[in-house]
């Protein structure tokens, strides 16, 4: 039996609102028989977009906000005053059972703070981490925590373990994921108080597999599935990665049109080389899940383009087939009773 997912869609955040996000998501509904859409956002705009398209209108919904949360605005205040925001209402329809799930590229404090004042944290959650996926040599890995708590203690370091190890399993299929918490050397008598805090809780704990520590050197080849770290950590390794991976890109686009001979090797090396650079793609993975919520709340790159859009509203629909909420909270009351 197939259960319909419920997908609300903040359609005015990001810098290519509502266009590349009307988009995307609509390319997500093409794909995914069982999902529902509610799109959230201005009415003229969202209604004009909406009018581009052929699609099944018995899946696609609308709900109008007309105020719009601003990056530069303060979270809290924001997400108290501007109640008729395309944000508060996508957490509040979380919240109250009328959507599985919230997409949304605006604002990432809007959406931390809202996640936990309005969707609220699962019993037993300490903070709620972004996770988002990073590709890698060997596949992908999760990152946790990537910006929801840059003043994490080490207990919440453990819960990310244990969270993003239930992820990885469960939502991308690594069987038994190796864990490994971001350090400046493999000697455990290396790193700031937290890491130094952290490692043997780590090691005590008996439902993740660790296995140390790792260098931000080694995050590109696959060392580990699951990367921990506190959020100001995470943040720098995230955007290195996504600024490093464009350079490399134009820089090799650059190479390839510099001289004729490389023209020529462009076009016999082109089928090769774009598929390994496909897999470099960070946006092909979605966007990054607040794990521990109550419900499924799933923030996007601000700039994020269609296909980003789409994989994101893919990634609900996963994740709510899996009931991943439900197996966060029995293994953190799992490793609670050891």
Known sequence: MNTNVRVAVDAMGGDHAPGEIVKGALQALESQKNLTLIFIGQQKPLEAELKKYSYDAGRVQTVFAEEVIEMAEPPVAAIRKKKNSSIVKGLNMVKHGEADAFVSAGSTGAVLAGGQLIVGRLKGVERPPLAPLI???KGVSLLIDCGANVDARASHLVQFAQMGSVYMERVVGVKNPRVAIVNIGAEEEKGNALVKETIPLLKECKNIQFTGSIEAR??????ADVIVCEAFVGNVI?????GTSSMLLGQVKKTMLSSLRTKIAAVLLKPALKKTLKGFDASRYGGAPLLGLKGLVVKTHGSAKASEVRQSVIQ????????????I?????AGEAR
Do not use: H, M, R, W
């Open 329 to 333: 909270s029995q293994e953190l009351s």
């Open 218 to 223: 080694d995050i590109p080849y696959g060392a």
């Open 238 to 242: 995230l955007k290195l990665f996504e």
């Open 316 to 327: 609900c629909v996963n994740f709510s087939k899996q009931k991943i909420n439900e197996k």
């Open 135 to 137: 590709p890698t040599s």
